[in-house]
């Protein structure tokens, strides 16, 4: 399944395969992807690829700093004739939803955003709305240093399980972008690959497979590691650590998680956990993490 997925998503965003295997690990373990890239890089026919081939119900919330809660949940609509309020769903209730620009949008509005993300539910006059499962998040963020925006508080970052950067194509792959005219022009010959009822199944077997006491405790030396900077890791991200890992590990098709898997997907669970957000250089959190896997004996 993985070797098809990648090899269908290439036809449409060339040259980033590991990047695909990580966004699928990340909803595979039931998690949320945070991107932060320049413009231009495909962010959005990055998400729009991944809900073709997973089949998955697809929103695209473009957030600005005017934007209300309501503006992505929904509103309570008074209907004359019943003579009650009728529930409007905004774009929020979707099973792939991205949300573009997450951080141009106001503290308010990203609370409710991230709420909904947490509890994969939300409250409207009282009354509390499920979302559809799967509910899959891909948020993009311009960088720390674009004006007009509201960093994420670190409260707030650590809802997203990974964050991953696409970067510039390499030499190839954009000799490859420029002959073909428009790779996104694929998307809509692409096929899907999995469904929704097959997803949750899946999720299932990857929170069951065997995870051994070393690699537990590998992952807890890793936390206490990073908790001699600043800002280590919480709690939940140990258990997304633990998750992400499994999902990578069924992904390369083994019934145990290996170290190599814990190193595998560590940078992309930490690295924007171990930043402030008065830090610019995009890449620290990404180095201090390699820090830390390399300060940790592997079991």
Known sequence: MLSS??????????GK?????????????????????????????FAKTLARLLNLRFSRIQFTSDMLPSDIIGVSIFERDRQQFHFQPGPLFSQLVLGDELNRASPKTQSAFLQAMEEQAVSVDGNTHLLEKPFFVIATQNPRRSIGTFPLPESQLDRFLMKLE???????????????????SALFDLSPLLDSTEIL????????????????????DIARESRRLPFGISPRASLGLLHAAQAYAWLEKRAFVSPEDVQAIASAVMSHRLVSGDELRPQIGHERAQAIL??????
């Open 5 to 14: 997925l990648i090899k269908e998503a290439s036809r449409v965003v060339i």
């Open 166 to 184: 696409l970067g510039y194509p390499s030499r190839e792959a954009e000799i490859s972008i420029l002959n073909s005219g428009d790779p996104a």
């Open 201 to 220: 199944i899946r999720q299932q077997e990857i929170r069951a497979l065997h995870v051994s006491e070393r690699i537990i405790n590998y992952i807890v």
């Open 294 to 299: 390399q300060a940790v004996a592997v079991p």
């Open 17 to 45: 395969e590991g990047q695909f295997k990580l966004a699928l690990a990340c909803m595979m373990a039931g998690g949320h992807l945070l991107l932060e890239d320049e413009p231009g890089m495909g962010k959005t026919t």
